[in-house]
């Protein structure tokens, strides 16, 4: 019924594994993860090239993080949060 994931940032992991994420949650479910900033507008984008697309055709909501969210780090991310139908 929820999902919540802060997976891996490199290589458009965080793309990847919300969307297999997605595919388990329950119809009603809530899905909310961190995703790398780079498959939005960065050197990642080509690991995930159709995701912002996914992420609209599912009715995701994109919270971009403040900078300095993930202290000791450069990390730039957005919040998702997905409703399932």
């Known amino acids: 019924d929820v999902i919540l994931m802060n997976p891996p940032f490199d290589k458009g992991a965080s793309a990847k ?3 297999a994420a997605h ?11 961190v995703v790398g900033e780079g498959v939005f507008s960065g050197g990642d984008r080509r690991y995930a090239p159709d995701f912002g697309e996914w992420l ?11 900078d300095g969210s993930f202290e000791g780090t450069n990390a730039r991310a957005r919040l998702v949060t997905i409703q399932a139908e």
Do not use: F, R
Request: glycine share 16%.
């Open 17 to 19: 594994h919300l969307q």
């Open 23 to 33: 595919k388990l949650l329950n119809p009603g479910g809530v899905l909310v993860g």
């Open 56 to 66: 609209e055709s599912v009715g995701a909501d994109v919270e971009t993080l403040p």
